[in-house]
């Protein structure tokens, strides 16, 4: 007995909200930022313009991106609590989980915890945005009985992240590589995680929590995850020897699916995924580690002749971040050092103008009235 018009599964089409943040045309292979293409971004931008762009609504003044750039400097620091806490977390956590975890633990801490807000939640906004880069880093360091890199104030936030992970300050390509990156997924409108942290900041909770909310649906396999597994079949190319449209095959006649290609929106090419192919091949090539863009690229040439299918932001990203020196389980909480920017700058928006979000459901069960039996008639 349907109760409302049915809905498709997973709510694939359903107009949810309106929204002035990210432009998506899926049939054109249009990513925009408050109007502005991603490859503008991509080719002109910094992360740091693009995390202004996202919260104010605009492109900043010279003046005013130098603020942001100290402002984020500024809140490049953790309580000490944390980073107790983060040595007492068993060695085999994996970091997404110790990444949730301490961003909500980062709320005792924050001066402006109980203030919800635009000014409060700016604030808030640019110190998770240093925070959660510094805790992925500081995570990585404590698990491997490395210690932790303290920031240094005069980089930039990418330069800054592979100094605090590797202890060493990066090369302008990887800095430029990581930027673009950063920029890249900073955000896309209504995906599962930025929709969790609208649903959260929409009971009026607290940013917080909102992000929190995020981390935990982008933890999520079919959400963040599928570069990880791009990774891990490039690394089985390469330790078997095996050709790798040779292996692709295989995995097709096993019915198994090829992760990094295809996508709910776009039905051409992710946008993304142009400026990352560019991005691992050029850092492949710089770095003396060219084949995984040379497995990449023959997958994609094959996949995409074969099965119709084109490469979406993940099948790059896996060979761009192990090519920086990335960790495979850092692939996702790296895509949340860069979704910050988006998921904040949504809470906002739904705070500026909010309701509780409250849909319904098909119901599809037992006919009403089904009435109770008593037990000894059962």
Not at 247 to 263: C, S, W
Not at 328 to 356: C, K, Y
Request: charged share 25%; net charge negative.
């Amino acid at each position: 007995m349907s109760t409302t018009t049915h809905a498709p599964r997973g709510l694939e089409g359903v107009v949810a909200t309106t929204s002035k943040i990210c432009y998506i045309d899926g049939e054109r292979g249009v990513l925009a930022y408050r109007g502005i293409d991603i490859h503008e971004l991509a080719d002109n931008s910094t992360f740091e313009e693009t995390c202004y762009l996202l919260w104010f609504g605009r492109l900043p003044s010279r003046a005013e991106l130098r603020n942001l750039h100290e402002r984020l400097a500024e809140e490049r620091k953790l309580d000490g609590s944390i980073y107790h806490r983060l040595q007492l977390v068993p060695k085999h956590a994996l970091p997404m989980d110790v990444l949730r975890t301490m961003v909500s633990t980062l709320s005792f801490f924050d001066p402006e915890e109980k203030s919800n807000d635009r000014e409060a939640n700016l604030h808030k906004s640019i110190r998770l945005t240093s925070q959660i880069a510094m805790i992925v880093a500081a995570y990585d360091r404590i698990r491997k009985g490395l210690e932790v890199v303290e920031p240094d104030r005069s980089l930039s936030h990418a330069a800054n992240f592979l100094l605090m992970l590797t202890g060493k300050h990066p090369s302008q390509t990887a800095e430029r590589a990581l930027d673009i990156a950063l920029i890249l997924h900073a955000d896309h409108e209504l995906n599962a995680s930025t929709f969790a942290a609208r649903v959260t900041a929409a009971t009026l909770s607290d940013m917080h929590s909102a992000i929190t909310s995020a981390i935990g649906a982008l933890k999520g396999p079919l959400h963040g995850g599928a570069n990880e597994a791009v990774f891990h079949i490039l690394e089985a190319i390469d330790a078997s020897g095996a050709d790798p449209v040779d292996y692709v095959k295989g995995m097709l006649a096993q019915k198994k699916k090829i992760p990094g290609f295809g996508h709910r929106v776009y039905h051409t090419e992710d946008p993304r995924a142009t400026h990352l192919r560019v991005m691992s091949r050029d850092l492949g090539n710089s770095s003396g580690q060219a084949k995984w863009f040379e497995y990449s690229r023959r997958i994609e040439e094959f996949v995409k002749n074969d099965k119709k299918l084109n490469a979406n932001v993940d099948f790059y990203s896996a060979s761009t971040y192990h090519t920086l020196g990335i960790d495979v389980d850092l692939f996702t909480p790296i895509f949340a050092v860069s979704r910050i920017s988006g998921w904040t700058a949504h809470v906002m928006e739904q705070l500026e103008d909010n309701r509780l979000i409250r849909p319904r459901a098909d119901y599809i069960g037992p006919e009403y009235p089904n009435h109770y039996v008593p037990m000894d008639q059962r």
